[in-house]
């Protein structure tokens, strides 16, 4: 056992609780360039491990009643379906051909490039969306609506979603809750980050089952990091108030964006 992974899950976990910046954004680019995991390996890990680590979270909002659970299938009627195309043509390409990682790569550095864009921008956007809550409809009226827009753009956002989620891991946390403010800006923001994680969750776990079937899943990385993530969701949840957070996920966007070019290129 390598008691480093156990550390990288403790340090991305706490990094989570403190900031919010989704663990997939921090976990697969420091598994491929800092312990030189194979990036197809990484990203089937780090799917399965996301799935685990957000099951909590998303029990305690169900619980709630936070969670719009039409909202959430309608964006898994686009993801699931595009994430098995995406899966499916990676197996075509072959478990051990170099094309698998270079897809990787790709859509990770795009996944990385939106993800850090949405956390240097959140507060705009933000405040974006409050303007635009008065001239919003409810959530009972057009937004659920037969024949309106608004009732196939979650299934479209879920196709793309799908896609980068499936080839590198990232894309459906600070992506899926930004998709959402937008179409959705009258629904509280609590129960979009529900929706979001009923979301998120099933497609990890499905893709990262995907990944399974074409051996692209490291067990015993993923029993390492899961080993220091419950420590580290209590360490970073005392540390909220005590560290400058926006600072904080700002320092993280810029090295996210680096990360992004270095994995292009």
């Not at 491929?32 to 680590?53: F, K």
């Not at 979270?57 to 299938?73: D, E, M, P, S």
């Amino acid at each position: 056992m390598h008691l480093s992974f156990t550390i990288l899950g403790f340090v991305v976990a706490a990094l989570v609780a403190m900031t919010g910046v989704g663990g997939g954004s921090l976990m697969a680019p420091i598994l491929i360039l800092g312990m030189h995991i194979a990036p197809g390996v990484a990203v089937g890990t780090d799917l399965l491990y996301t799935a685990l680590t957000r099951a909590g979270a998303l029990w305690i909002y169900a619980r709630k009643g936070q969670v719009k659970w039409r909202l959430a299938a309608r964006m898994l009627a686009g993801s699931l379906p595009a994430a098995a195309a995406a899966i499916g043509a990676l197996w075509l390409l072959g478990r051990g051909s170099r094309d698998f990682d270079a897809a990787s790569n790709l859509a990770l550095s795009i996944a990385l490039t939106a993800s850090a864009g949405v956390i240097l921008f959140r507060e705009q956007l933000g405040r974006l969306v409050a303007r635009g809550k008065s001239k919003s409809c409810d959530e009972s009226s057009d937004e659920y609506s037969e024949g309106s827009l608004r009732r196939f753009l979650p299934i479209a956002a879920g196709i793309v979603i799908g896609v980068l989620v499936s080839l590198s891991s990232v894309g459906a946390g600070a992506l899926g809750v930004t998709v959402l403010l937008v179409l959705f800006p009258s629904t509280k923001a609590r129960d979009l980050v529900g929706t979001d994680l009923a979301h998120g969750v099933v497609l990890a776990l499905a893709t990262g089952f995907g990944h399974m079937l074409i051996a692209r899943v490291d067990f015993a990385l993923l029993g390492q990091l899961l080993l220091g993530t419950l420590p580290g969701i209590y360490v970073g949840t005392r540390l909220v108030g005590l560290l400058p957070e926006t600072a904080l996920r700002r320092a993280i966007a810029i090295v996210l964006l680096g990360v992004a070019v270095k994995m292009a290129f």
